[in-house]
């Protein structure tokens, strides 16, 4: 999980392998964002998870949201090589203008 | 082409100097931000702006100073500077501002450096 005080999370997978990564929040928020960030790039939103719904899907990857244990998970079924980069979740929970909120994020790198 | 410039990419100065970082989207959008990136810390809001005027400022120190001359523009003039500003300052921007707007669209980032 990504959030607090935790590290930076890293994973380590094969080519072809899933993998999820996990996000815990903490207090009511209306979206949670799903970003990746390449080396050395600006974090780029990859999908977006809205409090009304519990899944959501886009190519390989699918989330989900809990809100009741305020929690989301990115999944990326039979992953590649370029699917290696930082992943981070965020949240709009501390309301603000557009004010989003990023967790530490995780490293995941796969291998061939 | 990247629709979110950001220059320098880097720079490296001096303690006590001051630095302006440019941002200039041309994505058509009416909100922009600014957030910082360091090792110590994960991504932070900064700055948001809405048509040109300031909507939320999280940042303590008066040092920073968003300044935004066109619609498409944010720079951010950073005074005084210490090694602790040493991050990297991501501009951002989105359709339309105010909470839970959908997506972000960052710039590649400057990255600086304060010895």
């Known amino acids: 999980s990504q959030w607090g005080e935790e590290n930076l999370q890293a994973l380590s997978i094969q080519e072809g392998e899933d993998v999820t990564m996990n996000c815990s929040y903490k207090?009511?928020?209306?979206?949670v964002h799903w970003y990746r960030q390449d080396s050395g790039r600006g974090p780029a939103l990859i999908i977006l998870?809205?409090?009304?719904?519990r899944e959501k899907r886009s190519g390989r990857l699918r989330a989900t949201l809990d809100t009741s244990s305020q929690s989301s998970s990115l999944s990326i079924t039979a992953a590649q090589c370029e699917d290696t980069a930082v992943y981070f979740c965020?949240?709009?929970?501390?309301?603000?203008?557009?004010?989003?909120?990023f967790g530490k994020g995780t490293v995941l790198l796969v291998s061939p | 082409d990247p629709k979110i410039i950001q220059k320098p990419k880097y720079l490296v100065a001096v303690t006590g100097s001051e630095k302006i970082l440019i941002c200039e989207q041309y994505l058509g959008h009416n909100a922009m931000y600014w957030y910082r990136q360091s090792a110590k810390k994960p991504l932070e809001f900064m700055f948001s702006y809405s048509y040109q005027k300031l909507m939320d400022n999280q940042t303590a120190s008066s040092r920073f100073q968003p300044q935004s001359s066109k619609k498409n523009h944010l720079d951010l003039q950073i005074t005084a500077l210490k090694p602790d500003d040493s991050a990297t300052y991501f501009c951002?921007?989105?359709?339309?501002?105010?909470?839970?707007?959908?997506?972000?669209?960052f710039g590649e980032g400057s990255k600086l450096t304060v010895l």
């Open positions: 207090t009511y928020t209306t979206v």
């Open positions: 965020a949240t709009d929970w501390d309301s603000g203008y557009n004010k989003l909120t």
């Open positions: 951002a921007s989105s359709r339309t501002g105010g909470r839970n707007t959908g997506q972000l669209y």
């Open positions: 998870i809205r409090s009304n719904e």
